[in-house]
């Protein structure tokens, strides 16, 4: 959220306008059986992403700033309530599939009342207010992101490989050598540098020390993955962490995610469809153990959170990092700094020293989950134009992987 | 499957065209996301059933005797075979609610496109073709049954208590009391008698010895069942079977499924929707485990299959069983023999002697279940007219609940 | 137990003697630490065996008809009753092997006492309290063979193959060619003939109907198992009960329990330790998944427990059935009716019609495990000496193997 | 392990045999029964311990630098590697406990083998190999504490709350007020001096910035704790962590490990058997989320590693944090700096800047356990003396509890 002692920007109707009616281009190609069920525990609906960053708006802003506004349906708070305690009891996550009604086309119909009710009001909101409504836009961006890796998840699950949207041809050809930046090390500071938005957890801005390293130019690809697998990557215990040896064996890890082989050849399920493997793109898909394997086996390591912002501080996601319904939603490979997909670092996901989460229920946003989970940095090709900021602290599970997540290498000077 | 030295039924063409239109009136309240969803692995999405019953006519009929029939698609052989080893690898049955495409509406033209090439054919059939079809359709209307248990499931789901259709008032008063018919046991004949229909495990009739016994004249009804757990039936394990009684503490049953208690009132879901308790109606919706401790707390036991059919034999369900998508699906109370809830029975589904199989892959029909589950006699509201019959061996696992059962008491005389 | 209105046996006392120090030579091999484990919830430690069959004498017996006796151990009861609810809470099932304390010296004190306590007070005893002794032999001779199946599943966890007690020289030829014996079928008496001593379920003895049948004049073989394994047995699903099928697929089963490839050499472990195959002797540790599945594969069937008992009703046990410390419990395949191994029958574990449990808690010994088993009849070469009968009814569920199962095949006449 | 470059130290022999010795006197109350058992999968059988810290020895020194050395035993090594993939297939973690043989007196037999001959060996030894010997007995202290904890819950497992050895008599009053020490923060340098023994991960020794802070000058109390508990403490979503308040939920926790209400009086299990609790000594065996859920309820928070190394690291372990058969291992609560409980810190468990490990198979010892871990300081009641100092990074997983862990406030100054 906004600092409080900052100018409200001027644009916020014109800001929860586009993000709101981009969620909605999003669900454009879904039919509402399509919209309705949920891949694994640890995705959601898209219906369900459409029905909670509603709610959230309902919630936080027009129950509990808007006097008289009555609740769309008194039923569904319990529904579309995500994981906010201080909003009492909610649907079970691991349930949200079995929600065949409300439908799509009901869902749309809240999303719009609550629109005219909240763009009806803005206009008379208190800066703290506005703040909340910029948090609300942010958090629906990152639904965004969410609704985009949870539909290629349930896409996934359907035998008949089912598209999203089109996209482009495939694209062959390797990538180039990969570079080396160095960087002297020294203190430096990280964290949200007060000029735009930010989240609770990229505060406050510290000072921290590094050692002396290099970091890669660019992210490691598809090609360069296939020769890690080639190479016995999945079945030499000795380059792996022990809990994710053991996540291998359980699980018969031996690709990333959405990857298959048939007749000796590796493809990929995308929101395109199956495609075949594109060595000169982005390997994406992987999970934290898999990252920090790969990175054992090159010769290298995974940068950590300082290390990353240090050299990516004044750098923006590049061009190629926008969204939108007839975009293709795939790694571009173009050049740029950073952006066609989220980048484990080493660094677990705790709180930044003199951390502080935000008042009242939104503080739950962030600081609970400080805890198990690692930093990813950076943006992909799915996160939304305008939501990707160096600063950001992205954040999974290190098995987790159905994320548009990469890796860059790391290494110490 | 009929016999083959009987003579075809002249109505199969209409017979056929009947009950697929009854199984498309069936889907009529619903929208696709509810026909695609799966409560739990024992029971299939609604858009599942519409299609597996129309893989079963284009896969045992279409294919095997049409020539020059092509496939409507070659992929979904796939996702609609059930458990047909014979007919090889197929979708995995937990998984048969993550597949939101094909549309129920392409599933409905997948419905025309066989009807109207098994209808083409239907005149040129052999006997044993026409055998099959007549299979088919009683394989389809077994799935009627199933698809509104499933449906029952699938919504209850939700904490919003849809409906699926509208239901008459609430009956109130009670039942008239229990009265006992009296069988002097002796040898009798059991299984198919050769008038009608039937399915491979019905056959051969055969005689069986028999003590004396009596049976109830109605099913224990939800009145009584209240008493039960109001004397504590739930919380006595003196009263369960081993198993059953581990079930109950796994589980922490404490009252029929679908059955909620709020504020010390207790109501069930239903396709109506939630209602009242209606003391007079049949319970169901209860586990053999539930029906034999009850029959144990009554001071009876359950009938076995012989002596169920010993009084039943001659009996056809009542009136009111009967089942069209402007009847409420509920038990309706209506007196006449049987009809309104599956009957658990003490006896374990097993094969008659002399049983065999049909020939090819439709003898996994019946036999490959026979260990573990125990048969339920008679019919129930949800059973579609024409499709109960005295010789009917139905089958459950003890533990499983999502059907229309209830329970008769017998005891020794 | 014996029915109250026939005279007690006059050696009971001697019979008491014997089978309580026939249990402590089956201990004598083993080590504190042996006796402690429990290799998995089915099978218990072999301290816990020896501790509560001294429990059942001390609680049915000592403490509810012998004025003023006490309790060697007030805290004990918890952990050594078995299942018995009338008896309140106990230690779980699963966690038996827990317990390190008492010690096996501990517990053979606790026997000590219990025996002494017993027999001092034998003389006095009323006809039903002698029958409850009679009742606690049988349970402690039930126990015997528990206790060495449990061994030798506890001695199968460990990689070193370690010995229980030395055993024959490994028998090498193959079994004579299989006999079939015909039964006329028609109306056959079964159950306990009043003779002797019988459990609850064996009673009351009751006419029964059969068809013309075969049986097997032996058992299959070790080598015949083998050409079925070499015929891909375990591999066709058409050969199996559809929960049969799930069991292999769920557990990769692939021979019988306890035998280990190696080299292409198929060895089996036993309570002598590892061993090659013995092609004459009778396969043993097979579920009742795998004897039907194989009695298929032969194009036969399994017999009924009616047909069984037509067949052995007046047969004893052979001669090699009996269980001492100094003798190799493995089946011995000498000619004789019954006795190398339990035999699966297709019957499900039923009440008898007319059945009603003991008085009491003991009731709760055989009627609450009435659903899911099957009757395995005859005996094993671990069953002992006298304790054999045709009318017994033995019950397991259908995937549990670690008994000393067998198959013997039938078929339709 | 020690560093190359530093002479070892002089007393090697007498360390190893004091260390061996110790060992076996820790074993010495245990039966073999008692040394057998493994309570949960996390922790070990004691012979286990016995005998995984004697291979160690045998392996990486005796096999690997002492020629024509032969295995005690060829088919041990299966069983007592513990998770050094470097070294081949081993005997599955969980089913440690299934091992009745060896015995605990053959056991103690290896122990006496390899004893004499590494003694007799090491004279002999070049420095690198003295470094492995003086890895393998701080290898052999840290299972001197696992040997205490496992034994701790195995015991607790026993209904019978047995004694492993008898303790002090309870302490009553409570403990002097907390009291606040501060640090002004700055660049301050943590890991290994280079004065003495360390493992691989807590070096290199680097510099970090810290913002000033407060630390606790004691542990938190047991009295403090029931105080926490009677607040409700475990009840309270917003004090928690996410994935602790789901780990409350899971397991219904609702108090530390160990503690036990009867008729509202709180008892805790202790190697003395149950006992009172002791308001003034520290509480342990609290989890990550436990620990980190008091101290957000307390106004507070956890220490980070660095911070608590700033104010600890030129501090001793005070001196009741010592161990041997005599002593009661529980928490002392005499004045000093720490060492009744390892207290948990905000850091997860990640390699420091530089970290290499060590060279070899050895090298699995603690890299790979870098994932999902939080870093513990101090050291508690049963770590044995002279294994303790300021820059030992203790490990475990944040719902872990079975070891003596406790917790120390600290606050943003």
């Known amino acids: 959220m906004a600092r409080s002692d900052e100018q409200p920007r001027p644009d916020l109707g014109k800001s929860y306008t586009a993000t709101r009616s981009l969620t909605l281009d999003l669900a454009a190609p879904l039919s509402d059986a399509d919209a309705t ?3 694994h525990p640890d995705a959601s609906p898209a219906k369900w992403h459409l029905a909670h960053t509603t709610w959230f ?42 929600i065949s009604r409300p439908s799509l086309d009901e869902i749309r119909a809240y999303r719009a009342h609550v629109d005219a009710a909240l763009l009806a009001a803005l206009p008379g909101f208190a800066p703290e207010v506005r703040s909340l409504v910029e948090l609300g836009i942010h958090h629906e961006q990152q639904h965004q992101e969410l609704f985009l890796t949870d ?7 359907n035998p008949l490989d089912p598209v999203y949207m089109d996209g482009p041809a ?12 160095r960087h002297d090390g020294g203190e430096v500071e990280i964290g949200d540098d007060g000029t735009g938005f930010s989240f609770d957890c990229e505060r406050p801005r510290h000072p921290t020390l590094l050692q002396p390293f290099e970091i890669a130019d660019r992210l490691v690809t598809q090609g360069e993955w296939a020769a890690f697998m080639q190479d016995g990557g999945y079945s030499t215990p000795g380059l792996w962490l022990s809990d994710g040896w053991a996540w291998v064996c359980d699980n018969k890890v031996e690709s990333p995610l959405y990857w298959a082989c048939e007749d000796g050849h590796w493809t990929r399920f995308t929101l395109s469809g199956r495609r075949a493997i594109e060595p000169a793109l982005p390997v994406t898909h992987i999970s934290y153990y898999e990252a920090e394997a790969y990175a054992r086996w090159a010769g290298a390591r995974l940068p950590t959170e300082a290390e990353w912002e240090a050299v990516f501080g004044n750098a923006d996601a590049h061009a190629g990092n926008q969204l939108d319904a007839a975009a293709p939603v795939m790694p571009d490979g173009t050049p740029g700094p950073f952006g066609d997909a989220w980048e484990w670092t080493g660094s677990a996901y705790l709180p930044y020293p003199g951390f502080a989460p935000e008042e009242g229920t939104v503080g739950e946003y962030n600081g609970k989950f400080m805890c198990g989970q690692f930093v990813l940095k950076g943006a992909s090709c799915a996160t939304p134009r305008g939501h990707a900021r160096a600063s950001y602290r992205n954040f999974f599970y290190p098995q987790q992987r159905w994320q548009f997540t990469g890796v860059r290498l790391a290494r110490n000077a």
Chains 1, 2, 3, 4 share one sequence.
């Open 151 to 157: 539909i290629l998840a349930t896409l996934h699950e």
């Open 57 to 98: 708006f309902e919630t936080f802003i027009l129950r509990d700033h808007v006097p008289g506004y009555a609740l769309f349906d008194e039923a569904w708070p319990f529904l579309f309530n995500s994981y906010y305690e201080g909003e009492g009891e909610r649907h079970a996550r691991a349930c949200r599939g079995m």
């Open 170 to 181: 495939v694209a062959e050809g390797s990538a180039p050598p990969l570079g080396w930046t």
């Open 37 to 39: 069920l949920q891949p």
